[in-house]
Structure formats: structure tokens, C-alpha cells
């Protein structure tokens, strides 16, 4: 039986250009009953392996046979895609910080509202692909309630932290959507390798919750992180970094160098940023020269001594 695939509008609002911002909605129904997988891409517009994720996902279900339905919203935040920037530039918003948003609010607040009322009902699973934007690049997942969804999803290293309050994953486990949220891939690194594992991480949830037959391919040696500390850099300038993409989840010592601000005026060396736990996990790195704001995001990195297996 063929894969039914249908497309919703959903508008949201003009804009004084003339255009009208609207939400495209994919709903796909699979030969047998089952859940509802809900996939959303492109929340931060300058996080584009998202929306390609969701989009593979979605082409590779096509032809096959599943249970249940797929509902995918793959670019969350039109305009912020449009520009590549993580924030939307209309109202300068972080639309992964307001949910469930407001029908008479900003306009972030508006598209934020429309996904709660229009997709988010639709699901009954959720899956927020994201990544590390246009200067750096991740790989890991918040293990968050659901942990066994979480672990079955496919990251080395799973992140057992707070939500932030305002995402769209946390709005959903708070109302009863369990919900994976994956940070894979950026920084036009290795996409081919985190598109394969985006894809391969969907599929595992999909045996997980009965959509497809088999059991969920999931990595040997997963570790559960509970600490984490964002290196923010005190100086602008260029960032040089010594650790690239290939290097994450990788352990380092205590005090290991993993880059230097330097001036692009004076050529001086700013500011050295340094590994701070023993060891420590490299969860996020930046590209080998990339520019940089004081406080901007610099490298991310987990606590390896109190990490633990999952």
C-alpha cells in the first residue's frame, strides 16, 4: 500500500512586505495504524541540516512500508531561515524560547503559538532536530523524562540536564508528547556523516515506539553527561581552534588547549580557552578559523569524571 502525503498551510500572519508567513505542514500516513511521529526542523534558521534531516526522513518513508503517521514541519521558523540567522530578524526573537507563544504576541511569539495549536496536537512523539549553526558543530541529545527514547534515538553522549524554559521540547513533555531533541551536525562539517546519523536516530525512534519492525541501532558505549560548561571566549577576534569535528566526544585533559582569540589587528594572542574538567568531553568545537564577540559561544564541554554509562 502506498504512503498517503499530503501538505497543509498553515498561515500565521502578513508581513508589511506584502507576504504572507505561513507554516507547510507534511502529513504522511503509513499502511497500519500506530502513533504519530512528529518531526520539526529549522527552529534556528541558521541550522539548516535540520530541515535537510527532516526532509531525507520523510523521502525515505515514501516508498516504504510503516505504521501510524509522520507529521513534519520542516522549517519552524521561515524567516529565520531566510536569513540563516538563529534569532527570527523581524523581532529579533529566539523562537525556541517562547513556546508555547501568544496569538497577540511578537511575531515569534505568533509562529510559536500556531505550531502549539495547529502541529504539536497532531503528535505523539516529537522529535526537534537541531544543530550547531553556522560556526560550530555538535553531537549529542538531551535525555530528558522519556530516557529510554532518549538512549534509542542513537547519540554517544546523552545529556541529562535541565530544559530551557520556552522550547518546544520541553512545552511538549509537559504536555504529554514525549520528545527527543538532537543536536547534530553544523558548521558545514561532515554533513554526509550527520545527516546518516539524523536519519538513522529518526528510524531507531520509529522501532521504538512500533512504526517499523527491528530493534533501534544503538552505538556502543553510550555515557549520560550531567555536567556541562559552555567556554565563552572574553575577547573578540578570530577564534583558531585546535580541536575540529572529528575530535567530538573525544575525552581531553584538564587544561588541554582547544583554541585561541587572536587579534586580526595586532596579531597578538588575546585569550587561550582551555578544557576545565579532567577529563573533558568535547561535545561542541568550532570550525578551525571562525570569528568571534566577547561571550560569544566558544566550545562546549561535559564532565567525563562524572559521566556514566547508559
Known amino acids: 500500500m502506498a504512503v498517503s502525503h499530503e501538505l497543509e498551510r498553515v498561515p500565521?500572519?502578513?508581513l508589511a512586505n506584502g507576504h504572507e508567513l505561513e507554516l507547510v505542514i507534511h502529513r504522511l500516513h503509513g499502511a497500519e495504524d500506530g502513533p504519530t511521529l512528529g518531526l520539526v526542523g529549522g527552529i534556528h534558521?541558521?541550522?539548516?541540516?535540520?530541515?535537510?534531516t527532516v526532509r531525507r526522513v520523510v523521502s525515505g518513508v515514501l516508498d516504504g512500508d510503516f505504521r501510524g503517521a509522520i507529521v513534519a514541519l520542516p522549517?519552524?521558523?521561515?524567516?529565520?531561515?531566510?536569513?540563516?540567522?538563529?534569532?527570527?530578524?523581524?523581532d529579533m526573537t529566539n523562537l525556541n524560547r517562547v513556546f508555547p507563544g501568544?496569538?497577540?504576541?511578537?511575531?515569534?511569539?505568533?509562529?510559536?503559538?500556531?505550531?502549539?495549536?495547529?502541529?504539536?496536537?497532531?503528535?505523539d512523539y516529537l522529535i526537534d532536530f537541531h544543530s550547531g549553526g553556522n560556526?560550530?558543530?555538535?553531537?549529542?541529545?538531551?535525555?530528558?523524562?522519556?530516557?529510554?527514547?532518549?538512549?534509542?534515538?542513537g547519540c554517544e553522549i546523552l545529556f541529562a540536564g535541565p530544559s530551557y524554559a520556552g522550547?518546544?521540547?520541553?512545552?511538549?513533555?509537559?504536555?504529554?508528547?514525549?520528545?527527543?531533541?538532537?543536536?547534530?551536525?553544523?558548521?558545514?562539517?561532515?554533513?554526509?556523516?550527520?545527516?546518516?546519523?539524523?536519519?538513522?536516530?529518526?528510524?531507531?525512534?520509529?522501532?521504538?515506539?512500533?512504526?517499523?519492525?527491528?530493534?533501534?541501532?544503538?552505538?556502543?558505549?553510550?555515557?549520560i553527561v550531567h555536567e556541562v560548561e559552555l567556554v565563552r571566549p572574553h575577547h573578540g577576534g578570530l577564534l583558531l581552534s585546535a580541536v575540529d569535528a572529528t575530535r567530538l566526544g573525544e575525552a581531553?585533559?584538564?587544561?588541554?588547549e582547544l583554541g585561541r582569540v587572536v587579534s586580526p589587528y595586532t596579531f597578538e594572542v588575546l585569550e587561550v580557552l582551555t578544557a576545565p574538567f579532567d577529563p573533558s568531553l568535547l561535545v561542541l568545537v568550532r570550525e578551525q578559523v571562525t570569528k568571534v564577540d566577547p561571550g560569544d559561544f566558544g566550545?562546549?564541554?561535559?564532565?567525563?569524571?562524572?559521566?556514566?554509562?547508559a
Not at 560556526?135 to 534515538?153: I, P, S
Request: proline content about 7%; overall charge negative.
Open 12 to 14: 500565521v500572519a502578513w
Open 45 to 52: 534558521g541558521d541550522e539548516p541540516l535540520g530541515v535537510e
Open 75 to 90: 522549517v519552524a521558523n521561515p524567516y529565520g531561515f531566510q536569513a540563516l540567522t538563529r534569532n527570527a530578524p523581524i
Open 102 to 123: 501568544h496569538p497577540d504576541g511578537m511575531l515569534s511569539e505568533q509562529v510559536a503559538h500556531a505550531i502549539c495549536e495547529r502541529f504539536l496536537p497532531m503528535c
Open 135 to 153: 560556526l560550530a558543530t555538535v553531537d549529542y541529545a538531551y535525555l530528558h523524562d522519556d530516557q529510554g527514547l532518549g538512549r534509542e534515538f
Open 167 to 223: 522550547t518546544l521540547g520541553d512545552y511538549a513533555r509537559r504536555n504529554g508528547v514525549p520528545a527527543v531533541v538532537p543536536e547534530l551536525g553544523g558548521g558545514q562539517q561532515r554533513n554526509d556523516h550527520y545527516l546518516a546519523k539524523g536519519i538513522r536516530g529518526a528510524r531507531n525512534v520509529m522501532k521504538a515506539i512500533g512504526m517499523l519492525d527491528g530493534e533501534p541501532e544503538i552505538p556502543f558505549g553510550q555515557r
Open 252 to 256: 581531553v585533559a584538564a587544561g588541554t
Open 299 to 309: 566550545f562546549i564541554v561535559a564532565n567525563g569524571a562524572t559521566a556514566e554509562p
